[in-house]
């Protein structure tokens, strides 16, 4: 990444800056939503200046389309993955090593706890062996490339 100092660093350069100003059109470039997706489409295909354009003809100042990317971002953000604890990651190589057919309902319930956290789902532990199977895949991908 481009930008690998922390927000406090940008906060205290001097605003007139080259490097706070490209950091700042580095923020402005991210995605952090559908807010921002169905922006960028609309702006790309050229609707916002068209929605713009009716608002005005109406006697609006503004069309809402900064309020309805905001709102639609708070509800439909796009969360990365956290990542796994020290203690996380050496509970799942145990857990893999062991290449277990069954698992016991303890163990279920620590997986889908670090599943839940890293990927910010709300799984609960079921019967269901596809759903675990899904579960343990991912976990099993990350520790993989936690490996690498």
Do not use: W
């Not at 702006?43 to 005005?56: E, F, L, M, Q, R």
């Not at 163990?107 to 799984?123: D, G, S, T, V």
């Amino acid at each position: 990444m481009k930008f690998e100092k922390n927000e406090e660093y940008y906060a205290q350069l001097d605003k007139r800056t080259k490097e706070y100003k490209e950091y700042q059109e580095f923020k402005a470039e991210q995605v952090t939503g559908l807010g921002d997706v169905i922006a960028r489409v609309t702006k790309a295909t050229g609707i916002d200046k068209v929605a713009d354009s009716i608002a005005h003809a109406l006697g609006y100042e503004d069309c809402g389309c900064d309020e309805r990317k905001e709102k639609l971002n708070q509800l439909y953000g796009f969360k990365g993955l956290e990542c796994l604890t020290e203690e996380e990651f050496v509970y799942l190589v145990d857990f893999f090593a062991l290449k277990k057919t069954r698992v016991t309902y303890p163990e279920q319930l620590e997986l889908y706890k670090i599943y839940n956290r890293i990927f910010h789902a709300a799984m609960k532990p079921t019967s269901c062996g596809s759903c675990y199977r899904e579960v343990a895949n991912k976990l099993s991908r990350l520790v993989t490339e936690y490996k690498k």
